[in-house]
């Protein structure tokens, strides 16, 4: 963290998911399972829904809000505490949008065109995807600068996104002279910050992926689980009795980061555990360890879905206590543009 940064800013952990379907077990080691962690620390911890970024691509109304709703379960059935955090849907708190279109004033067109997501997701199909897909990083540098954010816990894939969001807020300091905004740190850490398809371990594990085989998500049941870890591509080594012997496996290597995040052990220590043995029996530790952590969860999640009033009503407090924040920052940062404010 920068030392303006450190000394200027209350500390304060912003992060966000996108309700676009199911969530998977990368989302909860790469991103949930640490929210929750994070909590009753010295920063004060906001998470968000980030429903605006969902919309970029297609969403079906009634389905959008059923995911929204689900996504804030799996929230609260990972650990994440709306007396503890600030937990609501972004679209609820119009800051968001109206910093985002200020960022757009800022960031450059040409560092929009090379986030790699964006590539991945346009595909060669860039004259046809929503304008909102390309001016994505200015709203996701808005989510987190509109609440002067000082952290962001987020998976590997992340990184360039906050870097962009870095390079908005120096350049907005630097043309206007100011300090309005903090230099982010992202929190990037563990040994779970990209977890692997099970089909193939040199591709992230994605909600967007066709196969339903890459990927574990947080509604499958217990045998769904189970199935997809045994049927998961391995190789045909026995395990190493150390990370290094890892390092040309990435299936194998997957299958032990996931694990350790599971186990709250490190890579090492599950080898040593596991030192010489073939897949034929670590799968199944895998698939019980996997089971067991996270069928609790799934059970919560059904509880919380079970009473949706519940969810809009703590959705809708968690909106109005992320406006307090947000509001008077927003302000001072049209007034630092120049924008008049003269409403009573
Ligand atoms: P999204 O919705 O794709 O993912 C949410 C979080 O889950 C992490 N993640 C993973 N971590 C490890 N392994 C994986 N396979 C994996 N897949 C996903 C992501 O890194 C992320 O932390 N642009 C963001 C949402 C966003 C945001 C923000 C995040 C919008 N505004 C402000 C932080 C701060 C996104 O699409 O995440």
């Given at each position: 963290?920068?030392?303006?940064?450190?000394?200027?800013?209350?500390?304060?952990?912003?992060?966000?998911?996108?309700?676009?379907?199911?969530?998977?077990?990368?989302?909860?080691?790469?991103?949930?399972?640490?929210?929750?962690?994070?909590?009753?620390?010295?920063?004060?911890?906001?998470?968000?829904?980030?429903?605006?970024?969902?919309?970029?691509?297609?969403?079906?109304?009634e389905?959008?809000?059923?995911?929204?709703?689900?996504?804030?379960?799996?929230?609260?059935?990972?650990?994440?505490?709306?007396?503890?955090?600030?937990?609501?849907?972004?679209?609820?708190?119009?800051?968001?949008a109206?910093?985002?279109?200020?960022?757009?004033?800022?960031?450059?067109?040409?560092?929009?065109?090379?986030?790699?997501?964006?590539?991945?997701?346009?595909?060669?199909?860039?004259?046809?995807?929503?304008?909102?897909?390309?001016?994505?990083?200015?709203?996701?540098?808005?989510?987190?600068?509109?609440?002067?954010?000082?952290?962001?816990?987020?998976?590997?894939?992340?990184k360039?996104?906050?870097?962009?969001?870095?390079?908005?807020?120096?350049?907005?300091?630097?043309?206007?002279?100011?300090?309005?905004?903090?230099?982010?740190?992202?929190?990037?850490?563990?040994?779970?910050?990209?977890?692997?398809?099970?089909?193939?371990?040199?591709?992230?594990?994605?909600?967007?992926?066709?196969?339903?085989?890459?990927?574990?998500?947080?509604?499958?049941?217990?045998?769904?689980?189970?199935?997809k870890?045994?049927?998961?591509?391995?190789?045909?080594d026995?395990?190493?009795g150390?990370?290094?012997?890892?390092?040309?496996?990435?299936?194998?290597?997957?299958?032990?980061?996931?694990?350790?995040?599971?186990?709250?052990?490190?890579?090492d220590?599950?080898?040593?555990?596991?030192?010489?043995?073939?897949?034929?029996?670590?799968?199944?530790?895998?698939?019980d360890?996997?089971?067991?952590?996270?069928?609790?969860?799934?059970k919560?999640?059904?509880?919380?879905?079970?009473?949706?009033?519940?969810?809009?009503?703590?959705?809708?407090?968690?909106?109005?206590?992320?406006?307090?924040?947000?509001?008077?920052?927003l302000?001072?940062?049209?007034?630092?543009?120049?924008?008049?404010?003269?409403?009573?």
């Open positions: 963290m920068t030392e303006t940064t450190k000394t200027r800013f209350t500390p304060r952990i912003f992060s966000g998911i996108q309700p676009s379907g199911g969530l998977t077990l990368g989302n909860y080691l790469g991103a949930l399972k640490r929210f929750a962690a994070l909590q009753g620390g010295e920063a004060e911890t906001i998470y968000c829904l980030v429903d605006l970024h969902a919309i970029t691509v297609w969403q079906e109304p389905t959008l809000r059923l995911n929204i709703r689900e996504a804030a379960a799996a929230f609260m059935a990972a650990g994440v505490d709306p007396a503890q955090s600030v937990l609501f849907n972004q679209s609820q708190v119009s800051a968001h109206e910093m985002g279109w200020l960022f757009n004033t800022v960031a450059r067109v040409g560092w929009m065109y090379r986030m790699t997501q964006f590539k991945d997701k346009a595909g060669k199909n860039t004259e046809n995807v929503s304008l909102g897909l390309l001016a994505y990083p200015a709203l996701m540098a808005a989510d987190i600068l509109t609440y002067q954010a000082t952290a962001v816990p987020v998976g590997e894939d992340q360039q996104h906050l870097e962009l969001t870095r390079d908005i807020a120096a350049k907005f300091n630097h043309d206007y002279g100011v300090e309005q905004f903090p230099i982010t740190e992202p929190l990037i850490e563990g040994v779970a910050t990209r977890v692997m398809s099970l089909r193939d371990g040199s591709k992230k594990m994605s909600k967007s992926d066709p196969s339903d085989a890459s990927r574990i998500n947080l509604t499958d049941s217990a045998d769904a689980i189970a199935q870890i045994r049927k998961a591509r391995t190789d045909a026995p395990l190493p150390t990370t290094d012997g890892l390092k040309d496996r990435p299936e194998a290597r997957n299958l032990v980061n996931i694990y350790a995040a599971l186990a709250d052990q490190t890579p220590q599950v080898l040593s555990q596991f030192e010489g043995q073939g897949f034929g029996a670590f799968k199944p530790a895998l698939a360890l996997a089971v067991t952590s996270l069928e609790p969860i799934t919560r999640m059904n509880d919380f879905m079970a009473d949706p009033a519940e969810i809009d009503r703590i959705l809708g407090k968690g909106a109005i206590r992320a406006d307090e924040i947000a509001t008077p920052i302000e001072r940062t049209k007034e630092i543009m120049g924008l008049l404010r003269t409403r009573p």
